[in-house]
């Protein structure tokens, strides 16, 4: 989840909630885990009343969230991290004209090979039947919320709607997504490339199939235990210097290499058969997982239309 911060009124108890070491430090012992007061205040060497208060000011700010569990013969008040991002947006003239963004649900693919494991599911039910790629083509696939694959592709299309004359700066995409194992494994890598256009960006290594230690935090209640719960949220950014992954180069793609002239753009998720690992691949979608976001294309406009 993105929170996309300005100077409304209704953001300052975030701007309030950041200006604090103790609350920073909170924020990153929750980053990979939920944890409950107790546990915080023994790692911060604080008395839990002041945690307390630390963590209500974040809670009022929707930074953290929290939900209660029972454990060891007790009620233990659990408490994991909401937002993956902050966007602070300054006050810029035209600042709507300089980014286009536009979101593509999971089951909006336009073309698809895979092999079992595999299967579908809405945010209220399974769509047909595990393990049979028949259901890829079910009308409806296009509610997918979430979707996963042991080997092959997924791909998707969306219009590119960049006017004549118009000169990109940057490209983004933005998912969540993980390994897909038989069940749930703390290590199961996988080799996941990216193709833009029928560019490859580059290749990154999904660690796991995430969810042995908590369920998905957007997860609904009803999907199963055992299976998919939660993925990385990762952001691919494509500019003239080349193709990265969270600030870590992929590859020397560049702008120039993708074909943005095309009439439509091009996404392929692919984990090949020949690949080192092959791990599977799972697409998390708003409504599952840790980050209630679909994929998200961000295009950075320049203002200058010969940059």
Not at 108 to 115: D, I, K, L, M, R
Request: aromatic content about 10%.
């Amino acid at each position: 989840m993105i929170i996309k911060a300005n100077g409304e009124p209704k953001y300052i108890p975030i701007y309030e909630a950041l200006a604090s070491e103790v609350r920073w430090k909170i924020m990153n012992l929750i980053a990979d885990r939920e944890m409950n007061v107790k546990d915080i205040a023994n790692r911060l060497e604080l008395s839990p009343s002041i945690v307390t208060m630390h963590i209500r000011k974040l809670e009022q700010a929707g930074l953290i969230g929290s939900h209660r569990v029972r454990l060891r013969g007790g009620t233990h008040k659990m408490c994991f991290l909401q937002p993956q991002n902050i966007e602070i947006e300054l006050p810029f003239t035209n600042q709507s004209a300089k980014l286009k963004e536009q979101s593509i649900s999971v089951g909006h693919y336009t073309a698809f090979e895979v092999h079992p494991t595999c299967g579908l599911g809405t945010r209220e039910k399974e769509i047909g039947v595990w393990d049979d790629p028949r259901y890829f083509l079910d009308p409806e696939r296009v509610n997918a919320a979430i979707l996963w694959f042991g080997c092959g592709y997924v791909e998707y299309k969306k219009p590119n709607y960049l006017l004549d004359g118009q000169s990109v700066g940057a490209i983004e995409i933005s998912m969540e997504m993980a390994s897909e194992a038989p069940g749930l494994r703390d290590y199961w890598p996988s080799d996941i490339e990216f193709t833009f256009n029928g560019i490859s960006l580059g290749t990154w290594t999904s660690p796991a199939d995430f969810g042995r230690a908590a369920r998905g935090r957007f997860t609904p209640e009803w999907w199963h235990r055992n299976v998919n719960q939660y993925g990385l949220l990762k952001t691919i950014r494509i500019d003239s210097s080349g193709t990265f992954m969270d600030d870590e180069q992929m590859s020397e793609v560049t702008l120039e290499d993708i074909k943005l002239w095309e009439p439509f753009w091009t996404l392929r998720f692919t984990v090949d058969e020949r690949a080192v690992n092959v791990g599977g691949l799972t697409l998390y979608g708003s409504g599952f997982g840790n980050h209630d976001q679909d994929i998200v294309i961000r295009v950075y406009m320049n203002d200058n239309p010969n940059e």
